[in-house]
């Protein structure tokens, strides 16, 4: 719902902005932990691993422990542009375009060609398009969900215009706002109950995106990877425990373990962040985080948050 424009003790304050800071670093630890089991199974993953529990890099990326992927990179692109600008899809789709001509590690085919619509035409969103239910615009939404965090309809607009530089498709456009609201409630500080209610309304709407019975699949398809995470948060009890679960599941790992990371970090909270996981995060994607740390504070006013 709309901001209700009440005051917030510098105390409430301080402890949203905690959960902001580790909704983005919870993501980018995701991301880093998944990688390792990107496209495996989870016979896999038992056969080599037992439990992946440690951030250990590898993979068919061949990353060093830490390193981050498109997920985390994507992110930080969304997230430079709100701290820079304001909300500027072009500038957003520029600075995708910029990050694209750099010969990144890894770029999703539907990004890709999303990017590559731009570069070549200067759209900034194609036509709906069934291949475009992939997961690649909700696992960079974190940081419109936090520049957003008093105004829930304002999330709702933006989380799917960043999503249609790439994917224009509904179930795209649901999973961005799900996981946009979902941040949002997390950060406020809201009991499991009232996030769980969010995601069966959503489910109404979406029935494809039913988490009972859970089907164990975690592709790219945006619905297998919102199973995936939105089982694992709803069933684990921890930060940690939501992550590894997360990820153990194989397929697309560094994406949905990067979703997971976002949701569960808003909900945890920072003081449950895994500081071993925090100690292996590569150094110069710590230094960014400065940059996420900033429309924590700049790019919506906090003192108005909503109390839902």
Not at 82 to 90: H, Q
Not at 153 to 180: M, Y
Not at 301 to 308: A, F, K, M, N, R
Request: glycine share 10%.
């Amino acid at each position: 719902m709309p901001s209700t424009g009440a005051s917030t003790s510098p105390a409430a304050l301080a402890d949203v902005r905690g959960r902001a800071y580790a909704t983005l670093l919870g993501s980018a630890l995701g991301d880093a932990l998944g990688a390792t089991v990107e496209f495996c199974t989870q016979s896999e993953i038992r056969a080599q691993y037992g439990v992946l529990r440690k951030i250990v890099g590898g993979g068919w990326l061949k990353l060093k422990p830490g390193e981050v992927t498109d997920d985390t990179q994507m992110s930080l692109c969304v997230a430079r542009s709100l701290a820079a600008v304001g909300w500027s899809p072009a500038d957003i789709a520029e600075r995708f375009a910029t990050w694209f001509k750099s010969w990144p590690v890894d770029v999703g085919n539907t990004c890709r060609r999303g990017i590559a619509r731009y570069i070549n035409h200067g759209t900034l969103t194609g036509p709906f398009n069934e291949g475009d239910a992939g997961n690649g615009a909700a696992m960079r939404v974190a940081p419109v969900a936090l520049a957003t965090l008093a105004d829930s309809r304002l999330l709702e607009r933006w989380a799917v215009e960043q999503g249609h530089i790439t994917h224009n498709h509904p179930l795209s456009d649901a999973a961005c706002v799900l996981v946009g609201r979902l941040i949002h409630m997390g950060c406020t500080g809201q009991p499991r109950e009232r996030l769980r209610r969010e995601v069966d309304d959503v489910i109404v709407q979406f029935p494809t995106f039913r988490i009972s019975p859970y089907r164990g699949l975690s592709t790219a398809y945006v619905v297998d990877t919102m199973q995936t995470v939105l089982h694992h948060f709803l069933s684990t009890n921890s930060f940690e425990e939501c992550l590894v679960a997360t990820v153990n599941q194989g397929g697309d790992a560094d994406t949905t373990g990067a979703i997971a990371g976002a949701i569960a970090g808003a909900y945890y909270g920072l003081e449950q962040v895994p500081r071993h996981w925090v100690a292996k995060l590569a150094r110069p994607w710590c230094v960014k985080f400065r940059i996420f740390r900033a429309i924590c504070s700049n790019a919506r006013p906090l003192d108005t948050v909503s109390p839902w």
